[in-house]
T-cell receptor
Framework: DADVTQTPRNRITKTGKRIMLECSQT?????MYWYRQDPGLGLRLIYY???????NKGEISDGYSVSRQAQAKFSLSLESAIPNQTALYFC????????????FGAGTRLSVL | GDSVTQMEGPVTLSEEAFLTINCTYT??????LFWYVQYPGEGLQLLLK?????DKGSNKGFEATYRKETTSFHLEKGSVQVSDSAVYFC????????????FGAGTRLAVHP
């Protein structure tokens, strides 16, 4: 089983709909992250969390919200999806003091029509 | 702000050719530098890292040297294989950046038999 699991793997939704992407991990890491990947732009950080009570905005947090339900679960919500949120979304984890190495899930491909 | 610039792809090579993917960075202080690889349909995984000037990271025949004087971290491999076909991302973690990664745009490598 994958250490970092993202669900769903693919999602098509319509403009204005609320959607939640979920991430769970079995690595026991305290830190979790959400990125989006767009062609030619690499990965950009949306939100990150250093523990259950610590949530921080990344460089492109507008239009997104997150919830850290437990150490192992970190979900990303689009309150009212818009077409330019069509992208590949990745969840990642890391452990404090291990030198900035992050472990990624397989990604969720989201299309907003 | 901190940033990473990679050579544009795609890079197309024949099997056993020499590979170089250029990466330069802009950062204050002393960032850590990384190469991540993304195989088709998968999340990113760490390929190699270097934490200080003149360090050489290496893994699976790939290597990169942290050059502070030229602010570069070029990825090299002496003889590529078809199985190396993937997207390669250069990334940095800012000095004191609390595990935050800043990614380049990625370079797609295609290796043909």
């Amino acid at each position: 089983d994958a250490d970092v699991t993202q669900t769903p793997r693919n999602r098509i939704t319509k403009t204005g709909k609320r959607i939640m992407l979920e991430c769970s991990q079995t690595k026991g890491h305290d830190r979790m992250y959400w990125y989006r990947q767009d062609p030619g732009l690499g990965l950009r950080l949306i939100y990150y969390s250093f523990d259950v009570k610590d949530i921080n905005k990344g460089e492109i947090s507008d239009g997104y919200s997150v919830s850290r339900q437990a150490q192992a679960k970190f979900s990303l919500s689009l309150e009212s999806a818009i077409p330019n949120q069509t992208a590949l979304y990745f969840c990642a984890t890391s452990e404090t003091g291990t030198g900035d190495i992050q472990y990624f899930g397989a990604g969720t491909r989201l299309s907003v029509l | 702000g901190d940033s990473v610039t990679q050579m544009e792809g795609p890079v197309t090579l024949s099997e056993e050719a020499f590979l170089t993917i250029n990466c330069t960075y802009t950062a204050t202080g002393y960032p850590s530098l990384f190469w991540y690889v993304q195989y088709p349909g998968e999340g990113l995984q760490l390929l190699l890292k270097a934490t200080k000037a003149d360090d050489k990271g290496s893994n699976k025949g790939f290597e990169a040297t942290y050059r502070k004087e030229t602010t570069s971290f070029h990825l090299e491999k002496g003889s590529v294989q078809v199985s190396d076909s993937a997207v390669y991302f250069c990334a940095l973690s800012p000095n004191g950046g609390y595990n935050k990664l800043i990614f380049g745009a990625g370079t797609r490598l295609a290796v043909h038999p």
